[in-house]
């Protein structure tokens, strides 16, 4: 027994399914762009929070450094070297150090809500292309094995082997519908999860923000 086999996908290795199947008909070409949409937001995710890792260990010890000296110029400057969720909270904090602590944790929540929008852009682009995907899968199942009967009434001529032709055929959209979907709501709630993650972080760095400022004031 062939291990390999266990990660064959047996309608690309036996031949169902081409590069020119998705422009057989309709639903192929739609599902071709529903994969293509899939593909670019996942990629575009993925590069986007890839981008904004941050150490919120560091950046806090680092933080209270530049607070603890008095260097209010250096800490801000501090936060606006990275573009991350953590480093543009605290710097709406650092503009307003002079404001009341309750009020300088309402304009850093408000920071954090539209942080949070940043994180979750294209998410709900991405989970209707997963919900769409084999939707659209089912549609051309369906509208495959209608023509595919359909031509067996009109000839009067038909068998296993016809009627199973058309049946694969057919379920090529649900199975190329499906891998849109696996995709599609895999990473949806791997970023939704991890949106939740940075949010979580963000907040107690917050907090640890206005202890600093507390005992720097005194």
Known sequence: MNILNIFKLYAIFDGVITAGSFFDNLTMFALLICSIADITLVIERLVFFLRRRFDQNKFTRELAEYLKAGDVDGALAYCE?????????????????????????????????????????????????????????????????????????????????????????????????????????????????????????????MREYLVILSAVRG
């Open 81 to 205: 070297s990275k573009d991350t969720p953590l480093n543009n909270v605290i710097k709406v904090g650092i503009e307003n150090i002079e404001l009341p602590e309750d009020r300088i944790l309402d304009l850093m929540e408000s920071k954090v809500l539209f942080e949070r929008d940043r994180m979750t852009r294209f998410l709900s682009g991405l989970s209707s292309v997963g919900a769409i995907g084999p939707l659209l899968g089912l549609f051309g199942t369906v509208d495959g094995l209608i023509d595919a009967f359909h031509q067996i009434a009109v000839t009067g001529t038909g068998g296993p082997e016809v009627v199973g032709k058309g049946i694969s055929t057919a379920l090529v959209t649900t199975w190329v519908g499906l891998i849109i979907a696996m995709i599609a709501i895999g990473f949806f709630n791997y970023f939704t999860k991890k949106t939740s993650d940075i949010v979580s972080k963000v907040e107690a760095a």
